[in-house]
């Protein structure tokens, strides 16, 4: 994904300076379109970082889940004898004595 932004950075910075060689944009108008690029790259590599973070941790508990461990998740240790997975969750069992909990993943990143 980086690369991508890359090549939208150079890409675009290379349009723009071919505009101002044919005069048909201000120095003005370069600088805040250049000004307008750098922000939008980096709230998108922004958020890209972020969600790479968290499918990475989605995947950990998945496989620690699946392997049996235990997760610890605040207070609460999750395991598969005592909670089902389901989207982005764990939920208790009914024969568990924390029948109705629901802890979100994002309670049991590190």
Do not use: D, H, W
Not at 24 to 36: H, N
Not at 50 to 61: H, P, T
């Amino acid at each position: 994904m980086i690369i991508q932004i890359a090549i939208f950075g150079i890409l675009s910075i290379l349009a723009l300076y071919g505009l101002l060689k044919l005069e048909k944009i201000s120095k003005k108008s370069l600088m805040i379109l250049l000004t307008f690029i750098i922000l939008f790259a980096s709230i998108f590599y922004f958020i890209e970082r972020e969600n790479k973070i968290y499918q990475n941790n989605v995947v950990r508990l998945n496989l620690e889940f699946t392997q049996g461990k235990e997760i610890m998740c605040q207070e609460i240790s999750v395991n598969n004898e005592k909670f089902n997975i389901s989207s982005n969750s764990f939920i208790a069992k009914r024969n568990s004595n924390l029948i109705g909990t629901i802890i979100p993943f994002t309670n049991c990143f590190q």
